[in-house]
């Protein structure tokens, strides 16, 4: 069994790996070649802390394997990242685990490219401006991703605290692959009302920003609500989204609260979800069909996409020890 660093993972995935990787796990998935077992959620003494396992078994590789994350909002507050995740991946022949993964950044660079090929099937083609609620490792894997599919000229940022703002500027500074301006919103309705793109990568339980900020044509990329009770999106960009798709369309069902709770009040009814990004990605639904077009990705985690990177992982590693013992 090996023990798999996030030094390891961060040295092995970028992006030139990760959205073919990503990609080719959705066609799987729709094949019927890798997928999704049911998930698990609990709340940890009280709705603020949540657990939640993740699930996913290949028939086309000799992998299975699982993810545990946490999500402790007070965690900054002590030092620690908000959220906590590693990945155990098990033999399909034997079942014997085969390598233990810290997995924070494997999550966000998944989460990324995820919503990188969402963007790509669903943004306008001249999509150039992107906003980004949030300035955590999540937005940051957001912008990693679609600055390769998108040729971004401004970004916006926003996030509840002005300070942390100024760090991820400083931190995409670094990484951005033209020259793109990039503007500290004030507000998060700012950063929406400016934006063709829209990322909200934030822990909140209540919305972030108002329904009325999105203008015609614009795509959403929702990452943040992964539970019932979390409500990222409110009702009103949810009623005017003309098409909504996901990873997993049941999985949405346990656990988007964004839809969850809209659905639950009857304003919409299950016929609001398209389909997901496989479906999408293999001609079964369209994708956006004019510019004026509201399109929002909603993302609830997908065991499918941690296992198909934590394969592509491990052997790049297998393959690199055998390499050097030559």
Not at 57 to 72: A, D, E, R
Request: charged share 25%; with cysteine; hydrophobic share 40%.
């Amino acid at each position: 069994m090996r023990q798999i660093t996030e030094e390891q993972v961060q040295n092995i995935l970028d992006m030139e790996l990760v959205l073919p990787v990503i990609r080719e796990a959705y066609e799987d998935c729709v094949e019927g070649k890798i997928y999704a077992g049911n998930r698990i959620f609990m709340p940890i003494r009280g709705e603020k802390n949540v657990g939640q396992w993740l699930v996913a078994n290949c028939t086309n590789k000799p992998f299975f394997g699982s993810k545990f994350s946490s999500l402790f909002d007070g965690n900054l507050k002590k030092g620690l990242p908000s959220s906590i995740s590693k990945i155990s991946l098990y033999s399909a022949e034997t079942g014997e685990l085969q390598a233990l993964i810290d997995a924070n950044y494997l999550t966000a660079i998944k989460t990324g490219g995820s919503a990188a090929i969402a963007t790509d099937l669903m943004a306008r083609k001249d999509a150039n401006k992107l906003g980004v609620i949030g300035s955590g490792i999540q937005a940051f894997s957001q912008v990693l991703a679609i600055q390769e599919i998108r040729p971004i000229e401004e970004l916006y940022v926003y996030d509840i605290n002005p300070e942390r703002v100024e760090s991820f500027i400083e931190r995409i500074e670094k990484i951005k692959n033209r020259p793109y301006r990039i503007i500290a919103a004030k507000t998060a309705d700012e950063c929406v009302s400016s934006s063709d793109i829209i990322c909200t990568c934030t822990t909140s339980l209540t919305p972030v920003f108002k329904g009325s900020s999105v203008k015609p044509g614009t795509h959403i990329n929702a990452i943040g609500s992964f539970t019932s009770f979390m409500q990222e999106i409110d009702t009103d960009t949810v009623l005017k989204s003309d098409k909504v798709i996901t990873e997993h369309v049941e999985g949405l069902w346990e656990a988007a609260g964004d839809i969850l709770i809209p659905f639950e009040q009857g304003k919409i009814t299950k016929d609001k979800v398209s389909g997901t990004v496989g479906d999408v990605l293999t001609g079964k639904i369209p994708k956006r069909e004019n510019e004026q077009e509201i399109t929002l990705y909603e993302s609830v985690g997908s065991g499918v996409l941690d296992i198909a990177l934590s394969i592509a992982v491990y052997n790049k590693l297998v393959k690199e020890l055998v390499k050097d013992v030559k």
